[in-house]
Structure formats: structure tokens, C-alpha cells
């Protein structure tokens, strides 16, 4: 991936980067096979460590065996307490973007360990919590590929989405044009059908659905209606630009 921009290897966008959390992790190999033929080809793998957060999820092991079956990108979420010291463990497993949060690295140790992951030929991404403010991460933005915004409290999937956060989309949208920078915004908590063309239409480019997609039962059916969405919003968004 040297030489290409996370945009460039991920475009069109909008897209959504699809969270197997709460799928049936028994059966990842069949679950992604599914995504796959709706058109699904980003997939958002949460890593907890019980510490960061309290609750855990699965390893590098479950993200290098899962790397066989699939040629889906793979976005990977660390909300652990020790980024710095892990993340190449992820990246041996077959991550193509890394996200580490903010409140979990020792401020003077940030630049380092961004400049370290993309050595590594991955992309590499910022995530914040509700309670951290966007003034906080402005001086990673040129360096970083993409920048999360949780916006429920990270740990748990289900959760309803914390409306008060999404003005840090907009904020973010503003400094990326301001500032003439590339990097993507995304966006993780409580996004669903019922929000998500509001989210969109803020600025995130790759918002992140997991819970609205695996609660029902044809979770197939809920990825393709996700997936045709955004491919409607990339057609509508080019022919407002272009046509």
C-alpha cells in the first residue's frame, strides 16, 4: 500500500466498514463469506483487552486466520491500554489500517508510534472518545490516515448512539478543508438506518455498523440495504459535484 492514500484505496466513499462483534463468531469464516457477496469489502474488527475497556474480544490469531479466508480490508480497532507495545502483533495478522485511541498512548509517544505503523506499509488511524475534543488530536491530523469518533462509550456493541458527539464530524470536516488535508473521518457507535444519511451528510465517510446489521436474523439482508444505501449516496454525491 505504499504510495497509495487510504481514500485512494478505499474509494468510492462513502462506505460502511462493517463490525463482526456482535456476528456469530463461531462461523466467521461462513459470516464473511456472506458479506462478501452483498458487496461488503471493509470489515471493522474491535480489539478489547478487558483493561482499556471492560470487555474482551478476540487476537491476532482469530485476525490471521481470518486473513486466509478473505480479501476484505481489514480495519482494526484497537481499544487496548498498550498500543505502542502491541500493534505489531496486528499488523503480522493481517491488518491493512490500525487505529489506536488517543486516551490510551502517553501524549509525548503519538507522533512516534504513527510514523512506526506506517513504516510497516499500513495505514494508520486516531480514535477518540465522547469526552475527548477534537482540539486534542490537532496535531497528529497531518499525519494520520483517518480519524475515528466513537460516539458511544467504546466496549460494547449495541449501544445507543450519543447524538451530542457528532458535531465532532462537522468539526473534523471543517479543519480537513481548512487545512487542506486527506485524511477520512469515521465514525463508530449506535449507527444504524435511521441515522446514518444524517452522519454521512456531516462529513463521515466510513461510518462503522455492526449491531444494526447482526440483531436481526437475515443479517445478509441488512448488509445489502447498507450496502446499496451508500452506493446510492456515492452516485448522488458525484452527480451534485459533477453533473
Given at each position: 500500500?505504499k504510495n497509495k492514500t487510504l481514500r485512494r484505496v478505499l474509494s468510492p466513499l462513502p462506505k460502511i ?51 486466509n479466508y478473505t480479501k476484505c480490508f481489514f480495519d482494526v480497532h484497537l481499544m487496548v491500554k498498550n ?39 499500513v495505514f494508520c488511524g486516531i480514535s477518540i472518545k465522547p469526552k475527548t475534543k477534537v482540539e486534542e ?107
Open positions: 500500500m466498514s462493517v463490525s463482526i462483534l456482535n456476528s456469530d463468531l463461531t462461523n466467521l469464516k461462513e459470516v464473511v463469506k456472506k458479506l462478501e457477496q452483498t458487496g461488503i469489502t471493509i470489515l471493522h474488527l474491535d480489539i478489547m483487552d478487558g483493561n482499556f475497556v471492560p470487555n474482551l474480544t478476540f487476537g491476532p490469531p482469530v485476525i490471521k486466520l481470518l486473513r498500543p505502542d507495545t502491541t500493534y505489531l502483533w496486528y499488523i503480522n495478522a493481517g491488518a491493512d489500517l490500525v487505529v489506536f485511541h488517543y486516551e490510551a498512548v502517553n501524549k509525548k509517544n503519538i507522533v512516534g508510534l504513527i510514523k512506526d505503523i506506517k513504516k510497516h506499509g488530536i490537532l496535531p497528529y491530523l497531518e499525519l494520520l490516515d483517518l480519524v475515528l469518533v466513537m460516539t458511544v462509550e467504546p466496549g460494547f456493541g449495541g449501544q445507543k448512539i450519543l447524538s451530542e458527539c457528532l458535531y465532532k464530524i462537522q468539526e473534523l470536516s471543517k479543519i480537513r478543508q481548512q487545512k487542506n488535508l486527506d485524511f477520512i473521518i469515521s465514525c463508530d457507535g449506535g449507527v444504524n438506518e435511521n441515522n446514518i444519511v444524517e452522519i454521512i451528510n456531516l462529513g463521515c465517510e466510513l461510518p462503522v455498523v455492526g449491531n444494526a446489521i447482526f440483531a436481526n436474523k437475515n443479517f445478509v439482508e441488512k448488509a445489502k440495504m447498507f450496502y446499496l444505501l451508500t452506493k446510492r449516496l456515492r452516485f448522488s454525491k458525484y452527480k451534485n459535484n459533477y453533473g
